[in-house]
C-alpha cells in the first residue's frame, strides 16, 4: 500500500492568510516549510486512489503529485473517491474542487453524510455536475485491493452545524489494509480525546497517521484546555501532556507513529523546536507535504 501525505497542516494551512504570528512570520519569510491543509491518498495498487478527506487545497495537492495525475484516456483520473473522517470544512470543501469527476464514490458516517445534504449542502450540488455515490458504511472493500474498516472516534459537530446531535458519531478513524502485504494503516487525523478501544486499533496496524494539531494543551490559551470530562474544548487531544497522544503511543512501540493536521501554533512547524526534538526522541515523526509511506 502507498501512502501519499498530500496536506499536513490543520484548517487554514500553515502559514495562514490572516495570521503573523511568529511561526507564520518565518514561514511566510521561507524559513519553514509551508504546509496545505489535511488531506492523504492511499493505494493499493499504485492505480487506483483514494483520497482520505478533501482538503480546500485538493486541487494543488493532486498537480503536485504524478501517481494522482490524469491519464491515460484524455478524461481518465486514477482518483477512485474520498473517504471523509468528518465534515469538517477544511476535510470537505475539497469535494467541491472534484465536481465533475465521474464516477467517484465518497464514503462518510451518516452524520457526516446528513451534514452534506443540510447544513453544507455539498451532495445535492455536486450530484447535478456528475452523479457520485455516498456510502456510508463500517467495512468495505476499496477498488485497488485495500479493505476499510471505519470506527467512530468522537462526537465533535462542525461549527456550521446548527442544532447537532452531541452524540451522534461526526468523527470516524479509517483503518486500511493491504491484503497483499499485510500492511496497515490508522488513519485518524480529528481525535478529541485517545478513544476506548483506540489501543486495540493499533495493535493491529504497521503506521498511525494521527492528529497533532496542537503540541501542547495551554498552545492556545485557555481555548484548549481540557475540560472535566477530558476533552479538549477545540476536538483535538494535545501530543504532550499526561492525557497527550505521545505518552498513549508508548504503549505501541512497534507502530510507525507520524502526526498531521498541524496548527499554525504548533511548535512542531519547527524541525529546530525543542518539541520537535522531544516528538523524534519519542520515536514519532513530522513528514513534509508529499511524503510517501510504503506499508
Ligand atoms: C478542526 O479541525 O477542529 C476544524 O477543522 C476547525 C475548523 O477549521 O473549523
Ligand atoms: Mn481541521
Ligand atoms: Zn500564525
Not at 95 to 119: E, Q, S, Y
Not at 122 to 145: K, N, Q, V
Request: with cysteine; hydrophobic share 40%.
Amino acid at each position: 500500500m502507498r501512502v501519499i501525505l498530500l496536506g499536513t497542516a490543520a484548517g487554514g494551512g500553515f502559514p495562514q492568510w490572516n495570521c503573523a504570528c511568529a511561526l507564520c512570520a518565518r514561514c511566510h519569510r521561507g524559513e519553514l516549510p509551508a504546509r496545505s491543509q489535511e488531506c492523504a491518498a492511499v493505494s493499493g495498487n499504485g492505480r487506483d486512489w483514494w483520497l482520505l478527506n478533501a482538503s480546500p487545497d485538493i486541487r494543488t495537492q493532486l498537480l503536485a503529485t504524478p501517481a494522482l495525475a490524469p491519464g491515460p484516456g484524455p478524461r481518465e483520473t486514477p482518483v477512485r473517491g474520498v473517504l471523509l473522517t468528518d465534515a469538517e470544512v477544511d476535510h470537505a470543501l475539497g469535494l467541491t474542487i472534484l465536481r465533475g469527476g465521474a464516477g467517484l464514490t465518497v464514503h462518510a458516517a451518516p452524520p457526516v453524510l446528513g451534514a452534506l445534504m443540510a447544513d453544507l449542502p455539498l451532495r445535492g450540488l455536486l450530484d447535478r455536475y456528475a452523479p457520485w455515490e455516498w456510502r456510508s458504511g463500517t467495512g468495505f472493500e476499496l477498488a485497488g485491493g485495500l479493505t476499510v474498516t471505519a470506527h467512530p472516534v468522537g462526537a465533535k459537530a462542525p461549527k456550521y452545524v446548527g442544532d447537532p446531535d452531541p452524540d451522534a458519531p461526526w468523527v470516524s478513524a479509517y483503518r486500511v489494509e493491504d491484503p497483499a502485504t499485510g500492511g496497515v494503516l490508522v488513519y485518524a487525523p480529528c481525535l478529541a480525546t485517545w478513544p476506548d478501544g483506540f489501543d486495540d486499533l493499533l495493535d493491529s496496524a504497521s503506521c498511525a497517521l494521527l492528529d497533532g494539531t496542537f503540541f501542547s494543551a495551554d498552545e492556545l490559551g485557555s481555548a484548549v484546555r481540557s475540560g472535566s470530562a477530558g476533552q479538549s474544548l477545540m476536538g483535538h487531544v494535545p501530543v504532550t501532556g499526561s492525557g497527550g497522544s505521545l505518552a498513549a503511543l508508548a504503549r505501541h512501540p512497534g507502530l510507525r507513529r507520524v502526526y498531521t493536521h498541524l496548527n499554525n501554533t504548533n511548535p512542531l512547524l519547527d524541525p529546530a523546536s525543542s518539541a520537535s526534538a522531544a516528538v523524534r526522541g519519542a520515536g514519532a515523526e513530522v513528514l513534509a507535504d508529499g511524503s510517501e509511506l510504503v506499508l
